[in-house]
């Protein structure tokens, strides 16, 4: 297997109701590779130890609704 250190897992939109599902996942990834999740809840933050809250503005509503459609990914 790869050296998971080299991989980035990112889980997007993290709410309340699922930070029991992240804590399975969590889990399951090895210790070494680094995650990234994104949540609106302090509540999910606080239940993962280690955690260390990025606190970011919120785009303008104007950008905001411009990014989905100027955006288009091949993934």
Known sequence: MEDSSEWL?????????QA???HQLLRLVPLATPVLFIT???LVVSSVTGAKPVLTD???????RVLPTSSSCAC
């Open 40 to 42: 609106r809840s302090e």
């Open 9 to 17: 897992l990112i889980v997007d939109n993290v709410l309340d109701g």
């Open 20 to 22: 029991r599902l992240l």
């Open 58 to 64: 919120s785009l303008p509503d104007g950008d905001a």
